[in-house]
């Protein structure tokens, strides 16, 4: 029994042994295999992506003349009594106040075709005289230069596109699919920064969909050090296609901190599509003011959750033909969900002139579909007119409500205020400071003329309003609230 004892704790001891042997072996083959990686990671090189895209990448300096200015303006004040002695001392010195100058932008961009298009930002060539765009030179090669003429350019983007007239056949890049890209892929920036000629930093992608200030942007923040001159260039990604024109850089001193910002290339091709067909772009437009849908608007209105497009006003254009309503939230367009705001924008400028489309909207409780057959953006922006800022209103027939004083609509405060003769709705003569109302933007001169989405004229109006909400067991009151004839809703806890 004690020898059967002993065999079987031997071969436990081996069976153990055993298994640490085999532990082992697995931790050194990690080992070996994370060592191969690490040596492999180090020595990739990006060198022959940059060798492939590199030639398609160009300089772009821009010359513009500068109007000179009489006397020593900019100098000293206007009236100064040391005007005299400054004009003295440039008639001294034979410097012309008068005399034009020019003055020099640098900047970058990349070719797109062979016959010589070129893209960049607008803001890189924006009232340039004289536009040259300088190619890589490569190994050996003398430096190349080319007068260029803009085809078009988009503010609202910040891209402009160029054509130079060539010898023979450019080395081009192609646009590669931005909404692939992902936030940790390598990406390459390439361009002139601070005019040190053509320049490689490397990085990768550091967040997406970042918006800036425009209605249309959508840009792909990195950390590839882009600095001034690299405006215009390409954002490469490792398969040598452009996902980004670099634009915009965040820094408290000028210069690269490791969050700059490029235009995804999904938006830069509709743009440069357009400019090359017509030389400006064509964006659909819909006709409809909107706003985005909260927590508590979302109660106020029946609604499951917040998201979609709230239109807060329907002016004259397609929406209004097709008979969407303010209060309608837009919760499809085109067969496209809606989340917010931002994206309708983007979705609506991106839809072709003239197209019908199916607009799915919440209204009374339930969803209809309105066919609404687009317009063009550009047309209506340069027919819209500018309107007056409304002054504050006077109290009249006043009542407290919600935080708020207001006065019944009288053909004295429709004069004052510049509505026609028609307008109805409660004017906002006082707000409480302590309030929900003037934490979400009301002050005095704000006109109510909705309130749950019907139409208010009296202060019995608004009051019954409330009274159907906790009726139906809402918190929250919806009010449509005009300033200066630009209408938004807010949403009021209506309390106990």
Not at 87 to 102: I, K, M, S, T, V
Not at 272 to 299: H, K, S, Y
Not at 349 to 367: A, L, Q
Request: hydrophobic letters at 40%; charged letters at 25%.
């Amino acid at each position: 029994m004690q020898a059967q004892a002993r065999s079987i704790s031997v071969q436990r001891d081996d069976s153990v042994g055993f298994m640490r042997l085999m532990w082992l072996a697995f931790a050194g083959m990690l080992l070996v295999l994370a060592q191969t990686v690490s040596a492999q990671a180090r020595g990739e090189s990006l060198a022959p992506l940059a060798e492939k895209i590199s030639p398609a990448v160009v300089n772009i300096t821009t010359t513009t003349l500068i109007e000179g200015q009489t006397g020593p303006q900019g100098i000293v004040p206007e009236g100064s009594p040391f005007e005299d002695f400054f004009r003295e001392f440039q008639d001294r010195n034979g410097d012309d106040g008068n005399r034009p100058r020019r003055s020099n932008a640098l900047g970058s961009g990349f070719v797109i075709s062979e016959d010589g298009y070129i893209v960049t930002n607008n803001h890189v060539i924006a009232e340039a005289d004289e536009i040259l765009v300088e190619f890589f030179p490569g190994d050996g090669q003398p430096k190349k230069e080319l007068p260029a003429k803009v085809i078009g350019t988009d503010e609202k983007t910040d891209i402009a596109l160029l054509k130079v007239e060539a010898t023979g056949p450019l080395k081009y890049v192609q646009f590669g699919d931005s909404d692939i890209a992902r936030v940790g892929d390598w990406v390459i920036a390439m361009g002139n920064p601070l005019g040190q000629g053509f320049s490689v930093s490397a990085g990768i992608v550091s967040a997406r969909n970042r918006a800036l200030s425009g209605s249309y942007d959508d840009y792909i923040q990195t950390d590839a050090a882009i600095n001034r001159g690299n405006s215009g260039g390409p954002l490469f990604n490792m398969n040598g296609e452009v996902i980004g024109v670099n634009t915009a850089i965040l820094s408290p001193n000028g210069g690269s901190i490791g969050i700059g910002f490029s235009m995804a290339s999904n938006v830069v091709v509709k743009v440069v599509d357009q400019l090359r067909e017509f030389g400006e772009t064509r964006r659909g437009w819909l006709g409809v003011r909107i706003q985005d849908v909260t927590e508590d608007m979302a109660e106020a209105m029946g609604l499951d959750k917040p998201g979609g497009a709230l239109i807060s006003d329907v002016p004259e254009g397609p929406a209004k033909e097709a008979g969407l309503l303010a209060g309608d939230v837009i919760l499809s367009f085109d067969g496209v969900e809606v989340a917010d705001t931002r994206g309708l924008v983007r979705q609506v400028g991106e839809t072709t002139v003239g197209k019908s489309v199916r607009v799915v909207v919440h209204r009374d409780g339930g969803t209809q579909t309105v066919l609404v057959t687009l317009g063009r953006r550009e047309d209506a922006e340069r027919a819209e007119d500018g309107e007056e800022e409304t002054p504050d209103a006077p109290a009249e027939e006043n009542a407290d409500i919600l935080g708020l004083t207001i006065s019944p609509l009288t053909d004295k405060l429709r004069e004052e205020m510049g509505l026609d003769a028609d307008a109805e709705g409660l004017v906002v003569t006082e707000v409480d400071e302590a309030s929900e109302a003037f934490s979400k933007g009301l002050r005095a001169g704000d006109l109510i003329t909705e309130a749950g989405q019907q139409k208010v004229s009296s202060i019995e109006d608004l009051e019954s309003r409330m009274d159907e909400a906790r009726e139906a067991g809402r918190k929250s009151l919806l009010l449509l609230v005009r300033r200066g004839g630009e209408p938004r809703f807010v949403a009021l806890s209506l309390g106990e």
